[in-house]
């Protein structure tokens, strides 16, 4: 487990433990997801590079601040005068952001998929 976290504080070069929680907390949310997808006991060595790939995205999306996430406008009105903001990221989009992951590499996940009866 703390072997993709090590690659990818290397590949960010993060050279403190600031992230340490927060990416064991995430690395765990993906690994979790993964075995409940696939139907599988444990994840193999193979999928550990879309695990890192996973927590670079999420490191990315939280780079300012874990929990901030980076805002976008959704929406906007011209008389009413309203803008309506749509946060992407942070901690609390988590399980969304692990499922559409998951959606966009599920090509990869075929692969290691399991029957269930």
Known sequence: MFKNIEKVKEILNISDDKLDNYLLFCEKNIRDKILDRCYIE???????SLIQEFLIEQYNLNK???G??????????????????????????????????????????????????
């Open 42 to 48: 444990n994840v193999p060595e193979r999928l550990n």
């Open 64 to 66: 300012d601040g874990v």
């Open 68 to 117: 901030n996430g980076k805002k976008q406008v959704s929406s906007a009105s011209d008389n009413g005068q309203s803008v309506n903001i749509q946060i992407i990221g942070g901690v609390s989009s988590m399980s969304k952001n692990v499922d559409e992951f998951l959606d966009r590499n599920m090509t990869t996940l075929v692969a290691y998929r399991k029957m269930r009866w």
